[in-house]
């Protein structure tokens, strides 16, 4: 399906989300990932901190509210809480979580899972699955539409572990 992917290799589309759990035979299957230069900790805190905002474009998903720049004191996500905050309404659910490792959510009908992965030294891979069972026609404008916010919202959690990571950035 054209938009896909972004920043993954063909190993990251093959292997099993937690996503793939919740929906067995998707329509839509997209997958996005980035490298962060810091360590799978840090990017875990930046992943769940997902709850409080969508950290992709606040202009059009959070109503022009900024998502935080800085991490909060948050207890680690659970099954059942909200998955998201957007526009200061909270959205979607959380089905499953790995503290440190995965946190797969609902929103809008599609199911994410977000997998954090040690990579080489200490950088980790930021991965994400979409998938959703739908028409073709709105699946494929729901993958370039999740292209662009998944895109932005990778780029964000990155440069902000990173940061944290590395003040001098």
Not at 48 to 75: E, V
Not at 126 to 138: A, D, I, P
Request: glycine share 10%; proline share 7%; aromatic share 6%.
């Amino acid at each position: 399906m054209l938009g896909d992917r972004w920043g993954v290799s063909d190993d990251e589309t093959l292997r099993r989300y937690p996503c793939d759990d919740f929906v067995p035979v998707p329509t839509l299957r997209a997958w996005r990932g980035v490298g962060v230069d810091a360590p799978p900790a840090a990017v875990w805190q930046w992943v769940a901190q997902i709850r409080l905002a969508p950290y992709a474009y606040d202009w059009i998903d959070n109503l022009g509210r900024r998502s935080p720049q800085r991490l909060a004191a948050l207890p680690e996500p659970v099954v059942g809480e909200a998955f998201t905050t957007a526009g200061g309404r909270r959205r979607g659910r959380i089905l499953a979580v790995a503290p440190g490792h995965h946190l797969t959510g609902e929103i809008m009908g599609a199911v994410l899972s977000y997998v954090v992965e040690p990579d080489s030294g200490n950088t980790t891979r930021l991965l994400l699955k979409v998938v959703m069972r739908t028409n073709q026609v709105l699946a494929l404008g729901m993958c370039l539409g999740d292209l662009v916010m998944a895109r932005r919202q990778l780029l964000n959690l990155k440069r902000l572990a990173e940061q944290g990571a590395h003040p001098d950035h």
